[in-house]
Structures are given as C-alpha cells and as structure tokens.
C-alpha cells in the first residue's frame, strides 16, 4: 500500500519525523496522516484534543485536515478515499436519512460496500435513539432500530458504532482511521524497510564470505 509520490522509505520515515519536528513545539505530536473532511459534511469534526501515548506518556495530537469532495462518505485518509471511508450520523440525520432519504442512503451504503474499510458513526446511543427520539418527529422508533438491523445484515462490510455522544463519535472516528494507517501504511511501509536491511547485511555477509574463500 503506497501513498502517491511516496515510496515505502519515505513512509516510515515519516511518522520518525513528525515526533522529531514535535521536539520543537513542546509536547506536540504531529499525525502523520491527513483527514479528509467531505466538503457537504454540515458538522464536520473537528479532531481537537485527540492525544496519544508516546512511551508512557500522553501527548496531544495536531491533526491536519483538509475538504473535498468524496465518492462516499464523511471522512477519510488522503491518499485512501477509495479504501476508507466513515460515515456520521448525528440523531436528526439518522432519522431524516432512514425516513425521506431511505433510497439515496441504500446507494451509499452500495457503494461503502465495496472499500477495504467502512463505518457508519452514529453520535447517539441505541438507547437514545429508540427511547429520546427527535422532537416533532412522527416516525415510530422502533421502524428507526429495524432498519439499522435490517442494514447491517444487507450491507454487512460496513459496521455500524452507535456512540453516546457526538465527542466519543469524533474520538472513535479518529482511531478508526489511525488504525487503517497503521495496519495498511506504517506497518508494510516498516517490514518493507526491515526486509531490505536484512538483505543488505546479508549482502555484507556473503561478500566477507566470498572474500575470505578468494584469499
């Protein structure tokens, strides 16, 4: 897996050089990745106060984000829309989408199917949903939680998180997207990189070997 313009080296270093560049600012750590912001997305996230644990210490995290247009979803990585992409749901949407925009929202969930990772992010509970629905709303609950089974069962690679609160939705979002760097960018970028020292030193080997038998 490759970044545009990129190579398997560059990668890895990359990650090194933003902890090194946040020596320079304090504490701060910069993400290595860049989210993708869906420039329809009315109440975009603003991934604020994410930290992570560099030793045994936690540190806060700069991330970069930018807008554009995506195929499907709300969010994803730069270089990765077509592998990634996370869907947000506050209670109002999900009720409007699930009711006037049924069709257009089963398109979506068509297309989602076909990336290596999707999610739909819900920013409220199944318990808020079904018992604290929106107000002036007139559709029964209940055909709300039907229709989220019903989903995931007819779009089953898309996984649906219903999160407590819209802060734990941003938050879980966020990991989402750090885990998918790290299992399909920083990891292959580093076995990569271990397999061509490994064969270097063989090389080195080999060459005192073939030296010591031409003596």
């Known amino acids: 897996m490759r970044l545009k313009g990129c190579n398997p ?16 600012v304090g504490d701060l750590i910069f993400c290595p990745f ?46 990765h829309s077509d592998k990634i992409s996370i869907e947000r749901k506050s209670l109002e949407d999900l009720y409007s989408t699930l009711t006037h925009g049924r069709e257009r929202f089963e398109r979506e969930l068509t297309r989602l199917q076909e990336m290596q990772f999707s999610s739909v992010i819900v920013e409220v509970s199944l318990e808020t949903i079904i018992q604290r629905p929106p107000p002036n709303t007139r559709v029964v609950p209940k055909s709300i939680y039907s229709s989220i089974i019903a989903y995931q069962q007819r779009f089953p690679k898309t996984h649906w998180l219903l999160c407590d609160s819209r802060r734990l939705a941003e938050k879980t979002a966020f990991r989402i997207l750090e885990r998918y760097w ?32 031409q003596a």
């Open 9 to 24: 080296r560059s990668i890895a270093n990359h990650r090194v050089d933003a902890e090194r560049s946040a020596d320079t």
């Open 182 to 213: 790290i299992d399909n960018v920083e990891k292959p970028a580093k076995d990569i990189c271990r397999q061509q020292r490994l064969q270097k030193r063989n090389g080195v080997s080999e060459n005192h070997v073939n030296n010591g038998e």
């Open 34 to 79: 860049t989210i993708i912001i869906d420039t329809r997305e009315q109440m975009p996230f603003s991934f604020l106060g994410i930290d992570v644990v560099k030793g045994k210490t936690r540190h806060p995290l700069l991330v970069k984000t930018t807008s554009m247009t995506l195929a499907s979803g709300d969010y994803s990585i730069l270089g």
